[in-house]
């Protein structure tokens, strides 16, 4: 006899799956928000009131993933639990499931969307902002959102169907080529953006300007270059620069 999770339930599974950090602890990690969100698929599965106290308890030991990537595990979990109801695999199974794939998955999504995905549409939407103002931001945060979704949802669906299979999935995504080329897309449109700000300014206030501007980004880059940490010196290099700028904006005045 072989149990099925409903679709429909599925669907309120990956609903939560969108709030795992909500529970975010110290001594689980994301635990407590993956029993949350697999907890109707449970429910499904074991309408014994044992059965299925058993396996939410399992799935309530440390866990820890990429929040988008938690999303394959989650369905991969719900394959094997349905396996597990079925009586083809052992409990141990969806927790084995768990605890081999959460390093590597957390690995490839911070590889991929904390520091290529996003930082492509930031550098995009400052881009957007200069040359067509406030639409340009909205257009690249709903265009980020629905390439995110789409993958998680993705993820999800391919962990449900494939269960130990996931990993060819996503290896055939090739997610470190993409972010390689995000990365280096993302650095080609800060350098058309630090061109777009700095010929504004040349245009509102002078050649004096965008000098002072190309100075104060020219000493952020050194500094960088030389191993500073980032956000202290983009503080101290817009500081300098907007000092400066003031200063000479009183001494013009009251020559």
Sequence with gaps: MSARVPRATLVRVFWRCLFLQAAWNRRGMQNLGFAYAIDPALRALYPEPERREEALARHL????????????IVGGAIHHEERVAAGAEPGQAPLAYKATLQG???????????????PFFGALAVLGALLLGVPALVAALVVYNAIHLAL???????GYLRGDALVGT?????????????????AALCGVAGAVFLMRGA???????????????????AALARGARL?????????????????LGHLHGSS
């Design 152 to 158: 998680r949802i993705g993820l999800f669906r391919a």
């Design 104 to 118: 590597p998955l957390a690995a490839v999504g911070d590889g991929f969307f904390w520091t290529a995905l996003r």
């Design 61 to 72: 030991g440390f866990f820890n993933c990429h929040p988008y990537m938690a999303a394959a």
């Design 170 to 186: 996503i290896a055939h995504l090739n997610l470190p080529v993409v972010a390689d080329r995000l990365r280096a897309g993302g």
């Design 231 to 247: 956000l202290p010196t983009a503080y101290v290099a817009t500081l300098a620069g907007v000092g400066a700028a003031l200063l």
């Design 203 to 221: 245009a509102v206030g002078g050649p004096p300007a965008a000098a002072l501007a190309a100075a104060a980004a020219a000493g952020g880059y």
